[in-house]
């Protein structure tokens, strides 16, 4: 096998690799995805060394040829991971599919659209409604107010990642707007409380999915993957709380009953 093919196979599993942790796979997966699609063109001596935000794929023994790509901005998306996994299976069964059909199929799989933002408004408002009605807010005004509110916060969210980067500093301010909403319907008496808006408006902010996956890879022995995971996760959760508790504690001493 010449060089540029073996850099052709190298360069497909990175961009497989970039996918599949842009839209949040986990560290064992990715790295089992890489070596599988090159072990299937003959290439039994690579390496892979992936992180949250970096990827490398190294050959060991012989000509030493790596490739490295930075990850800049991660998210979560199932469907494409499920998408990836299909085509990975797809490309290690079939060796007749040539590396440029496989990366045009790639490019389409990247470029593949996620649900419509006003569904997952809409869904996002639903979950989190009735999420507080299952803690106690199952009035109708709760549940009204609660979808509202979430749907603002994950909008404010999603605004100000666009801007910034930073999920931690997003999560803040929307968790300010979440608490500010749930205080102020409270004094003007809308709501009796608002502890069952705040509580179900920051479910979709909380980061459950990324800290079981940084859990899932430690458990796995992906010790940076997973340390780097959960403290992003902490992090994430610590903003929240902050947030909310900076509202919250504002009230209690402007004479608020919480």
Known sequence: MNSE????????????GELMLTNGAETYRVEDSVLRICRSRGFNHVSAFTAPTVIIISDERFDGLSFMKTI???SINLNKISLLNNFSREFVNNPDLSIEDAIEELKQLGSVPSYP???VNISTGFASAFFGCLLGGDNLVNF??????SILAIICYKKIMKVSSIPTFSSLVASVLIATAGVLLAEFGILDTPRMLIVGSIMPLLPGVSFIKGIRDLISGDLISGVSRAFDAGMTAISIACGVGLILDMWVRLGGKF
Do not use: C, E, G, P
């Open 5 to 16: 093919y073996k850099k052709d196979v190298l360069r497909l599993a990175l961009f497989i």
């Open 72 to 74: 800049k901005s991660r």
């Open 117 to 119: 933002n006003y569904l």
């Open 144 to 149: 009204f107010f609660t979808f509202l509110t």
